[in-house]
């Protein structure tokens, strides 16, 4: 299958700082892309989708300010946790499709954010 | 609203036995079906999935069968192995278009030898 690589594995920051996460399709376009949290021994809940050249469509509940998401190339997503708090530590995992129809969504290995 | 229940875990098993992870969901429409894998340290991986009722997705060894009339989409594999370790994923999409997805909360699998 194709390749979604996410950047970094894990961070660690500061309360109050900023931290960008990146997601990129390796081996094919990637016209919309998805980012995810996942909470200990909890279920992904999708935060939103971007697609590529437009602003992120956010889920209820999410707060867009915090959670910044550019698609400014069809092989790059980034996901910036700005003024970070410890409630923000969890597991971020991005996926990537190309355009088609049933297009299959293929993920990338999640990045560990930990806010002290 | 729409949703996927995972019977929960952990599940612990011996290797070569038989595993049944049990999977239902509510779905406004006619949803497609997936099973993805995350083993320990790694993103996830579709495992298999089905598009429409009384489709059966399989690979690796693992099957799934789309059932409508129980709303059921069960994992089952004959024989597991402890490579077969990992967390896996129900998971459910509404649409061809978008790819969104909605996950169950995971079922951990433990294979010992």
């Known amino acids: 299958g194709a390749v979604v690589s996410q950047h970094p594995s894990w961070v660690i920051c500061k309360s109050g700082t900023s931290v960008k996460i990146e997601c990129r399709s390796l081996d094919f376009q990637a016209t919309t892309m998805f980012w995810y949290r996942q909470f200990p021994k909890q279920s992904l809940m999708l935060m939103a989708t971007?697609?590529?050249?437009?602003?992120?469509?956010?889920e209820q509940g999410v707060e867009k300010d915090k959670f910044l998401i550019n698609h400014a190339s069809l092989t790059l997503s980034t996901l910036t946790v700005t003024s970070a708090h410890p409630e923000d530590s969890s597991f971020y995992i991005c996926s990537a499709r190309e355009e088609q129809a049933w297009a299959e969504a293929f993920f990338g290995q999640g990045t560990r954010l930990t806010v002290v | 609203g729409n949703s996927v229940t995972q019977m929960e875990g952990p599940v612990t098993l011996s290797e070569e036995a038989f595993l049944t992870i049990n999977c239902t969901y509510t779905?406004?429409?006619?949803?497609?079906l997936f099973w993805y894998v995350q083993y320990p340290g790694e993103g996830l991986q579709l495992l298999l999935k089905a598009t429409k009722a009384d489709d059966k997705g399989s690979n690796k060894g693992f099957e799934a069968t789309y059932r409508k009339e129980t709303t059921s989409f069960h994992l089952e594999k004959g024989s597991v192995q402890v490579s077969d370790s990992a967390v896996y994923f129900c998971?459910?999409?509404?649409?061809?278009?978008?790819?969104?997805?909605?996950f169950g909360q995971g079922t951990t699998l433990q294979v010992k030898p």
């Open positions: 779905a406004t429409g006619y949803p497609s």
């Open positions: 998971a459910l999409s509404l649409s061809s278009n978008t790819g969104k997805l909605i």
């Open positions: 971007s697609n590529e050249g437009s602003k992120a469509t956010y």
